[in-house]
């Protein structure tokens, strides 16, 4: 498992892409203290979102895409989901590499209840 794509020699791909991170609900609850979590149980879920770009323009692209989930309910048969909502931090630049890579993170988070 990496943390950026590579290619068939293992160099870092040098494009425009956005990185998925996260798996899996982040916390689990019954809304009640004192319950056993399972998997039917409401779950909160948080993605970490990476833009990366040369160009710091095709970063904000790119995150003008992620902006556009704000709102909209996943879509889970047998649950009811919460809207997105999505937080930004600040545009990065990776200076350690030549050319160096420009990138912005964003967490996406919703909730799924039981249906």
Known sequence: MRDAPTDDKGEVVRAD???????????????????????DSDAEYEFCVRGVSDDPGVVRLLMEKVLLTVGRKPV????????????????????????????????????SRRG
Not at 83 to 92: C, G, I, L, N, Q
Not at 94 to 103: A, E, I, K, W
């Open 17 to 39: 892409y956005v990185v998925l991170y996260g798996a899996g609900p982040d916390e689990l609850t019954d809304g009640r203290y004192g319950t056993i979590p399972r998997p």
């Open 76 to 111: 889970v048969p047998g649950r009811r989901a919460d809207p997105v909502t999505v937080s930004f931090e600040k545009a990065k630049v990776d200076n350690s590499v030549s050319p160096p890579l420009h990138f912005q993170d964003a967490w996406l988070k919703f909730t």
